[in-house]
């Protein structure tokens, strides 16, 4: 069935460095790449997402690539902040109706 | 800026019981689903639910689960019987028109099945 792998499981960076997350999908037919921030006890939230006919996008300091060829999509933070600490959530979606997690980064950012 | 609300926050139910959990989503949005998401854990994938029926569902979502939109605005997930290992936090979420769209989760209910 449907995977997706995520890495690390557990980031930890300075303030103001960049952080880097991993994902790999089993399906070639996935074209939707949503990335969520996760506090804790809060909703998932969107802050960035990619579809396939796209190589990379990004907002701020924030970045998505993706390699169809490769199916690994990344998370790139620059000059990260305190309250970038969060577990982010890669995701793949078939374009149907199914959205496959990945496993979850807990990212820490030292002040 | 509309939001996903999901109804309660938090629900406590004797192992055995039938529970349900409602969500309202944004209001022109068409596509409904529900996750699941264990303590600690990652975010898991039940349900999918466009033009009044189930589009796609995951194993986790046996014959124990069902959902319904039975009215406008409300989207409900029912558990016939609880069992321990359905303690969890359930989040709804709904998507606008067309594939592949954002989806914008609700604050989820955290079920404690005892």
């Known amino acids: 069935g449907e995977n997706v792998e995520q890495h690390p499981s557990?980031?930890?960076v300075q303030e103001g460095d960049s952080a880097v997350i991993k994902c790999t999908y089993s399906d070639s037919a996935s074209n939707y790449f949503p990335w969520y921030k996760q506090e804790l006890g809060k909703r998932p939230q969107l802050i960035?997402?990619?579809r396939s006919n796209v190589g990379?996008?990004?907002?701020?300091?924030?970045?998505?690539?993706l390699n169809k060829t490769a199916k690994h999509f990344s998370l790139h933070i620059t000059e990260t902040q305190p309250e970038d600490s969060a577990v982010y959530f890669c995701a793949s979606n078939t374009g149907g109706f199914k959205t496959i997690f990945g496993a979850g980064t807990r990212l820490f950012v030292k002040a | 800026e509309p939001e996903v609300t999901q109804t309660p926050s938090h629900q406590v139910t004797q192992m055995g019981q039938e529970v349900i959990l409602r969500c309202v989503p944004i209001s022109n949005h068409l596509y409904f689903?529900?996750?699941?998401q264990i303590l600690g854990q990652k975010v898991e994938f039940l349900v999918s639910f466009y033009n009044n029926e189930i589009s796609e569902k995951s194993e986790i979502f046996d014959d124990q689960f069902s959902v319904e939109r039975p009215d406008g605005s409300?989207?409900?997930l029912k558990i016939r019987s609880t069992k321990l290992e359905d303690s969890a936090m359930y989040f709804c979420a709904s998507s606008g028109r067309g594939f592949n769209q954002p989806q914008h989760f609700g604050d989820g209910t955290r079920l404690s099945i005892l």
């Open chain 1, 10 to 12: 557990t980031l930890s």
């Open chain 1, 48 to 50: 960035i997402d990619i």
């Open chain 1, 56 to 65: 990379e996008k990004k907002d701020q300091r924030i970045a998505v690539t």
């Open chain 2, 33 to 36: 689903y529900w996750y699941r």
């Open chain 2, 74 to 76: 409300n989207f409900t």
